[in-house]
């Protein structure tokens, strides 16, 4: 199993940048791809962005490509999501989740394990 935690969201104005970050313990980080959902409460919860276990391989929704990058460190054990260019819109709560080595595709059933969330606001 591997636990994760989610740091880095906040309150921030349309065209700001934030960098989320994901820190996983237990087995080895390495043997997980890893992604980002987000939630509203009007939503349910969306297909972000995702990371293959070498980091070789990324996948974005269309709605964040040229403004979000994802990426990991496995020394760190940790997945970030660099958002830019952040809209009102973005405005979620994201999640990061682990599934096998490589993608698993975009939906949320493919992935076994899930952090609690964290909050980000982008205010107009």
């Known amino acids: 199993q591997v636990q994760l935690a989610e740091s880095g969201g906040g309150l921030v104005q349309a065209g700001d940048s934030l960098r989320l970050s994901c820190a996983a313990s237990?087995?080895?980080?390495?043997?997980?791809?890893m992604a980002w959902f987000r939630q509203t409460p009007r939503q349910e919860r969306a297909f972000v962005a995702a990371i293959d276990w070498s980091g070789g391989t990324t996948d974005y929704r269309d709605s964040v490509k040229g403004r979000f990058t994802i990426s990991r460190d496995n020394t760190k054990a940790t997945v970030y999501l660099q958002m830019n260019t952040l809209k009102p819109e973005d405005t979620a709560v994201y999640y990061c989740?682990?599934?096998?080595?490589?993608?698993?595709?975009?939906?949320?059933?493919?992935?076994?394990?899930w952090g609690r969330g964290t909050q980000v606001t982008v205010s107009s």
């Open positions: 989740a682990a599934a096998g080595m490589e993608l698993p595709g975009r939906y949320d059933h493919a992935y076994a394990y």
């Open positions: 237990g087995n080895t980080f390495s043997n997980y791809s």
